[in-house]
């Protein structure tokens, strides 16, 4: 009889034994579930928004919605392990994370930003670099940028910027100015010397920059500024671009040359209000130094070749040769 009663009294044991163990291994499991193992739809790729002032539970809230924990009690119970001083900001979500790595990180104010290579090229003007700029960064406020930038249209220099992906409107601003600032400082003495305005003198080069390649650009400096001496209008395609959106001489007609606005040079004297784009400084440096020469007009052929005319009547033959 005590044979048996030691007997189950073991198997009892060893039964109990296995069912805690196995209900450890499951509670474990689950811990391990919740602690170390990103949700299925953790949202990678996407950047993470902390507003300053944000509680603890406010930002556990944000991180269970967006799919960035599980649980938002093991959120919680690690930030009040660790520390309580959790950091606002735009955080990268750039692969899968456990909420011990999102809590670790939003504690520590581990971004994980990477600055983004942006080539602004001579010649776009602000619109055309918000698209570029929107192509290239998180959230990028494009309509912001523009409104923002019209006012520097001509002085928002074409380089190579590295930019956070977070980066705001006004900050690409400022930074895109100060490098023009400091890129004309070598010319400064030369714009002095010129007798121009540095608003004259960017805004010649605005048009230049978008008329012509790079080894004509002094001597249609030349035969620009000449035209203004003599009172005669620009006559210049380019500027057609802030008049009804066209950039190409092919789609401008004979109705557009028509067109009421201030940047019609074909209707107005003298250069336009503000620049038309945002030229380098080669354009810079032509427009303040242009090649003297006998002619008044110019054009390129379909392999860009460029072809000068010192008469009305040799410009429209120069045309019908190498356009037509």
């Known amino acids: 009889m005590n044979f048996f009663a030691n007997t189950y009294s073991t198997v009892k044991e060893n039964a109990t034994s296995v069912l805690f ?48 924990i599980r649980s938002e009690f093991v959120f919680k119970v690690f930030v009040r392990l660790f520390g309580t001083n959790l950091k606002a900001g735009d955080y990268s979500l750039n692969r899968k994370q456990s909420v011990y790595s999102i809590a670790s990180r939003l504690l520590r104010g581990e971004y994980g930003l990477t600055p983004v290579r942006v080539t602004i090229p001579e010649g776009l003007n602000v619109n055309e670099i918000g698209n570029l700029l929107a192509q290239n960064l998180y959230h990028f406020d494009k309509k912001k940028f523009t409104e923002l930038a019209a006012d520097y249209e001509g002085y928002l220099f074409p380089d190579t910027y590295f930019f956070l992906p977070t980066v705001k409107p006004d900050e690409i601003i400022r930074i895109m100015n100060l490098k023009f600032q400091d890129s004309i400082k070598s010319i400064s003495p030369d714009i002095q010397k010129s007798g121009h305005k540095l608003a004259d003198i960017v805004t010649m080069a605005s048009i230049i920059e978008e008329e012509c ?37 092919s789609d401008i007609t004979v109705d557009d040359l028509k067109i009421n606005s201030p940047y019609n040079t074909y209707t107005n004297r003298g250069l336009p209000p503000t620049p038309i784009s945002n ?14 020469s006998p002619y008044f007009f110019y054009l390129t052929d379909s392999k860009g070749v460029a072809h000068y005319a010192a008469s009305f009547d040799e410009h429209i033959e120069n045309k019908f040769r190498y356009i037509k």
């Open 21 to 68: 163990s196995a209900l450890g291994i499951f509670l474990a499991a689950i811990l391990f579930h919740f602690t170390f193992s990103a949700p299925s739809d953790f949202p990678t790729g996407k950047l993470l928004s902390i507003d300053q002032g944000t509680s603890v539970g406010g930002i556990a809230s944000v991180l269970k919605e967006g799919g960035v």
């Open 213 to 249: 390649t790079a080894s004509m650009m002094r001597k249609v400096s030349g035969i620009l500024w000449k035209r203004i001496s003599i009172g005669m209008p620009l006559q210049v395609d380019s500027t057609f671009v802030y008049v009804n959106g066209k950039r190409k001489s």
């Open 279 to 292: 030229p380098g400084l080669m354009a810079l440096k032509a427009a303040i130094n242009p090649e003297s």
